[in-house]
């Protein structure tokens, strides 16, 4: 099993959403403390972690993908945070997925055993990095859906070669090649250049807009990849790759099983939001209301009431600067009063935002300033970026870990 190398932290007055003026506090020692949220040495607004739903959804999808017969490289963008990776891979996970050169760097120094970068990459300062590592032994993949692609690749190749996924894409879509002809014609290009070899292709189905059009997609990346074994291109070990939070049923619909004649398949899933899912979009999109199964949304922030200037109208001392906004508005779920009971958020509404503000629209019994709202959120991506330490709490509101994030 793998330990991962988790960089030692502590708490100070830089620390957003923690009051900690005095000497630096190690996280280990802090959370030992077992400090209650409220009471504790808290300022509002904070962003938390619920303990319960975090290791529920890392067991959902990790079972998931075992009874579908697919590996799992949980998307590290979404939360960046090794203790995070460590319980991923400590549940079976293949590997972790990265966007960015800084991702698979943060990914190589905290020992994350294999590198799946789903993005095309052509700067040749981080190809020359990459190089080097594979030479020192890093499992790298990365996407090519282009022969300059393949080229700035090859270019960098050192002892090893690079590992290269063929990106099929759709109309509309990102990147990725349209059509299977410029597939081909990139994997060709991947399988003469010198310096890298093809192991297999890559799809993206997350941007579609339906169930329907999600597995039509998966379905043209199977055939592609069908058309590529009929061309002599791909190795007998294959590996392809799709997958994000809310079609990844189709993924294994499409995809698993033994549809590749003639070579032994690897299929990875990249879901990465699943792991604190969330009260917003992907409440919404989950696979899990089309099929058995149950994510918990596991980021709540809690915010101070700081102004209730008019009929209809509270002021929150939350905006941009920490809840996501691109992909919904923050959701109430439950009012603390100032006496400590804590009630359903029922007639709150965020309608809008400025960068520490937020505007909740009242039906009903108004909230009063100093009392505290419990906020879901929509869009895990932008949420763990906007907190670099988020406490972990139980189901009694104690503080049992502290989450690191390193965006």
């Not at 280990?28 to 904070?46: I, K, M, S």
């Not at 995070?84 to 996970?93: R, V």
């Not at 292709?201 to 997609?217: H, I, N, Q, R, S």
Request: aromatic share 8%; hydrophobic share 45%; charged share 20%.
């Amino acid at each position: 099993m793998t330990s991962l190398t988790i960089p030692a932290e502590h708490v100070d007055w830089r620390t957003k959403g923690f009051l900690q003026p005095g000497a630096p506090v190690a996280f280990e020692e802090f959370a030992a403390a077992r400090h209650q949220l409220f009471g504790g040495p808290f300022t509002w607004p904070v962003m938390v972690a619920r303990e319960s739903a975090l290791k529920h959804n890392i067991s959902a999808l990790a079972s998931f993908c075992a009874a579908h017969d697919l590996a799992f490289a949980p998307h590290g963008k979404t939360t960046m945070a090794p203790t995070l990776f460590q319980a991923q891979l400590d549940a079976g996970a293949w590997g972790i997925t990265a966007a960015t050169a800084n991702q698979v760097l943060a990914c190589r120094e905290f020992g994350v055993p294999r590198i799946l970068l789903a993005n095309e990459l052509l700067d040749p300062t981080a190809l020359r990095w990459l190089g080097d590592e594979i030479g020192r032994g890093m499992e790298f993949l990365l996407y090519a859906d282009s022969v300059e692609g393949v080229a700035a690749i090859s270019a960098a190749a050192g002892e090893r070669p690079f590992r290269v996924l063929v990106e099929f894409g759709h109309r509309g879509g990102r990147s990725g090649c349209r059509t299977v002809e410029e597939l081909t014609s990139v994997a060709r290009a991947v399988t003469a250049a010198p310096g890298t070899e093809l192991a297999g292709v890559a799809g993206y189905e997350g941007g579609l807009p339906d169930v329907p059009a999600a597995g039509a997609y998966l379905g043209l990346l199977r055939d592609a990849t069908a058309e590529l074994s009929k061309a002599g291109l791909l190795p007998r070990d294959v590996i392809v790759t799709a997958g994000g939070s809310a079609y990844f049923d189709q993924v294994a619909e499409q995809l698993s099983g033994a549809w590749l004649p003639g070579h032994e398949l690897t299929v990875i899933l990249r879901s990465g939001a699943y792991v604190s899912h969330d009260d917003g979009i992907y409440t919404q999109r989950t696979p899990f209301t089309r099929i058995p199964g149950s994510l918990d949304a596991a980021l709540e922030i809690w915010a101070q009431v700081t102004s209730v200037p008019e009929p209809g109208l509270a002021i929150v001392g939350l905006g941009k600067r920490e809840a996501p906004y691109d992909a919904g508005l923050p959701v109430p779920l439950r009012l603390r009063r100032r006496d400590g009971s804590v009630h359903p958020a029922g007639g709150l509404r965020v309608t809008d935002t400025n960068d520490h503000h937020a505007y909740v629209m009242v039906e009903g019994p108004p909230p009063r300033p100093g009392d505290l709202l419990c906020f879901g959120i929509s869009h895990p991506c932008t949420a763990f970026d906007k907190w670099q330490v988020i406490p972990v709490v139980d189901d009694d509101e104690t503080v049992t870990d502290l989450i690191r994030t390193y965006f």
